[in-house]
């Protein structure tokens, strides 16, 4: 196969390798632009020689020959597709792209592939989009919850976690996802350059179907000032955000100006399949431990602070916003913003599974999301594993979270150099001490010694705690 710019003009001459066996090909090419030039010739000399044929205007996705080229009112086809021998099978489409934001239209070829290999065992799904939430329809879907919750009749009526959270996907009032991120233009592409480029397209699209020099005219016009229009709002975009860092006063502000100027740049080598990364990570959850296993009976100490039942105050005060959902694809607005009677029931839920120790299956779900820090892109361990777990299991963590830390604060557990994840504590406070970077400290952790560490130093487990722990 050879494709791309040959600057040759072949007008609607065909050489003869064409064969009866491919009904898929058109005998009679054509094409929009007649003329054959000197450079043309050669090319279809150099495709005899090699039995080769072009596929623009042979094919049923090109069948009038599409201009390949537009510049002001020149309009010419010098941008081709040859093939020969096994790629006769194997092409199943063929097309001249319409695009606008280059004088060369983009040549598109579908291919109908078989392969005699055995599926990879890798199972991948794609990601369901993510409900969105929108302050303005708050009251619609708390009405549309509460009919939901309706079918469960009366308060005293237990509703399991995912019964809850199917409501609550049905409540959301358009049942809007979110679009796929890909798709959304750069941050200066605003209404005005829309409308600039639909003009072009347009103007576009009607040149290729009437082929009349007014549309060359009006195309070019348009694209020519859609490309100015875009350019312009793109340099303005820049240099706005350029005053802004150089107008910042922290770290913190400057890093968040480069971000919102660069957008965000995640790169994963081609090289390196999800089933490589999915391995990692497991080895990493499940690291043999070094040293004897700790063996110790935790006695079980009741305390009141802990032990006692969640409240729907804890659980309301606990839903955060625009933090990014698991698995089940819900925001906590949806919890933040629920009827009473959908934070009663979750309450409930979240004493019953603290009370048993018994985990729902959509606690053990999470996206990893591989973040690249430094050296080669092609290994694995490079990679800092992001999981994002789902809300709800994020608010009940977030509940046990928050009563052992003010435990651990009014018992006066913690040491005062002790200053990692501590309100009003900062690592810069201790910034005389020395540091060892550890690659993947936390995952190389004993969670078993580490369990152990805990219940000396809480001066054992309350009876929820010890279940929890193992569980």
Same mark, same amino acid.
């Given at each position: 196969?050879?494709? +791309?710019?040959?600057?040759?003009?072949?007008?609607?001459? $065909?050489?003869?390798?064409?064969?009866?066996?491919? @009904?898929?090909?058109?005998?009679?090419?054509?094409?929009?632009?007649?003329?054959?030039?000197?450079?043309?010739?050669?090319?279809?000399?150099?495709?005899?020689?090699?039995?080769?044929?072009?596929?623009? +205007?042979?094919?049923?996705?090109?069948?009038?020959?599409?201009?390949?080229?537009?510049?002001?009112?020149?309009?010419?086809? &010098?941008?081709?597709?040859?093939?020969?021998?096994?790629?006769?099978?194997?092409?199943?489409?063929?097309?001249?792209?319409?695009?606008?934001?280059?004088?060369?239209?983009?040549?598109?070829?579908?291919?109908?592939?078989?392969?005699? $290999?055995? @599926?990879?065992?890798?199972?991948?799904?794609? !990601?369901?989009?993510?409900?969105?939430?929108?302050?303005?329809?708050?009251?619609?879907?708390?009405?549309?919850?509460?009919?939901?919750?309706?079918?469960?009749?009366?308060?005293?009526?237990?509703?399991?976690?995912?019964?809850?959270?199917?409501? &609550?996907?049905?409540?959301?009032?358009?049942?809007? @996802?979110?679009?796929?991120?890909?798709?959304?233009?750069?941050? %200066?592409?605003?209404?005005?350059?829309?409308?600039?480029?639909? #003009?072009?397209?347009?103007?576009?699209? #009607?040149?290729?179907?009437?082929?009349?020099?007014?549309?060359?005219?009006?195309?070019?016009?348009?694209?020519?000032?859609?490309?100015?229009?875009?350019?312009?709002?793109?340099?303005?975009?820049?240099?706005?955000?350029?005053?802004?860092?150089?107008?910042?006063?922290?770290?913190?502000?400057? %890093?968040?100006?480069?971000?919102?100027?660069?957008?965000?740049?995640?790169?994963?080598?081609?090289? !390196?399949?999800?089933?490589? !990364?999915?391995?990692?990570?497991?080895?990493?959850?499940?690291?043999?431990?070094?040293?004897? !296993?700790?063996?110790?009976?935790?006695?079980?100490?009741?305390?009141?602070?802990?032990?006692?039942?969640?409240?729907?105050?804890?659980?309301?005060?606990?839903?955060?916003?625009?933090?990014?959902?698991?698995?089940?694809?819900?925001?906590?607005?949806?919890?933040?913003?629920?009827?009473?009677?959908?934070?009663?029931?979750?309450?409930?839920?979240?004493?019953? &599974?603290?009370?048993?120790?018994?985990?729902?299956?959509?606690?053990?779900?999470?996206?990893?999301?591989?973040?690249?820090?430094?050296?080669?892109?092609?290994?694995?361990?490079?990679?800092?594993?992001?999981?994002?777990?789902?809300?709800?299991?994020?608010?009940?963590?977030?509940?046990?979270?928050?009563?052992l830390s003010k435990w651990v604060e009014d018992k006066n557990i913690l040491w005062e150099f002790q200053a990692g994840f501590r309100k009003s504590y900062s690592t810069i406070d201790h910034i005389y001490a020395f540091f060892i970077d550890f690659r993947a400290a936390f995952d190389s952790v004993d969670r078993q010694a #580490?369990?152990?560490?805990?219940?000396?130093?809480?001066?054992?487990?309350?009876?929820?705690?010890?279940?929890w722990k193992n569980s």
């Open positions: 196969m050879l494709i +791309g710019d040959f600057n040759a003009r072949i007008g609607q001459s $065909q050489n003869n390798y064409i064969s009866s066996h491919y @009904p898929f090909f058109n005998l009679n090419r054509n094409s929009k632009d007649a003329l054959c030039d000197s450079k043309g010739s050669k090319i279809l000399e150099l495709a005899d020689e090699f039995n080769c044929h072009v596929l623009n +205007g042979s094919c049923e996705g090109d069948a009038k020959g599409e201009y390949t080229f537009i510049r002001g009112t020149s309009c010419s086809v &010098i941008d081709y597709c040859f093939i020969s021998g096994k790629w006769n099978d194997v092409i199943s489409n063929f097309e001249v792209g319409v695009e606008t934001f280059s004088d060369h239209m983009p040549l598109e070829i579908a291919l109908s592939c078989t392969t005699s $290999q055995s @599926p990879v065992n890798t199972r991948q799904l794609n !990601l369901v989009p993510k409900l969105i939430w929108n302050y303005k329809n708050r009251n619609v879907y708390q009405t549309n919850l509460n009919k939901e919750l309706e079918t469960l009749g009366n308060l005293d009526i237990r509703a399991d976690i995912n019964t809850l959270l199917e409501m &609550i996907k049905k409540a959301n009032p358009k049942n809007n @996802p979110q679009k796929n991120k890909a798709l959304i233009k750069q941050k %200066w592409f605003d209404v005005e350059c829309v409308k600039a480029r639909k #003009l072009s397209f347009n103007y576009l699209n #009607l040149l290729r179907t009437h082929n009349l020099q007014i549309f060359r005219k009006l195309y070019t016009d348009a694209n020519r000032n859609s490309k100015r229009l875009c350019y312009a709002k793109r340099v303005s975009f820049e240099n706005l955000n350029i005053a802004v860092i150089n107008n910042t006063r922290s770290s913190s502000e400057f %890093w968040k100006a480069v971000k919102h100027l660069n957008g965000k740049i995640n790169t994963i080598a081609l090289g !390196l399949q999800a089933s490589d !990364l999915r391995d990692y990570f497991i080895s990493l959850l499940n690291r043999s431990a070094n040293g004897p !296993l700790v063996q110790y009976a935790a006695p079980s100490i009741l305390d009141v602070y802990l032990d006692a039942p969640f409240s729907i105050q804890e659980v309301v005060a606990n839903a955060k916003s625009n933090k990014a959902p698991g698995d089940d694809r819900i925001p906590f607005e949806f919890f933040k913003h629920a009827t009473e009677k959908c934070i009663f029931l979750l309450t409930s839920e979240f004493n019953r &599974i603290f009370e048993s120790a018994s985990v729902p299956e959509v606690f053990h779900k999470s996206i990893i999301f591989p973040l690249h820090k430094k050296g080669s892109y092609e290994d694995p361990a490079i990679y800092r594993g992001i999981s994002f777990l789902n809300t709800c299991a994020k608010l009940f963590a977030g509940l046990i979270h928050n009563r #580490l369990f152990y560490k805990l219940s000396v130093s809480l001066y054992g487990y309350s009876p929820p705690l010890n279940l």
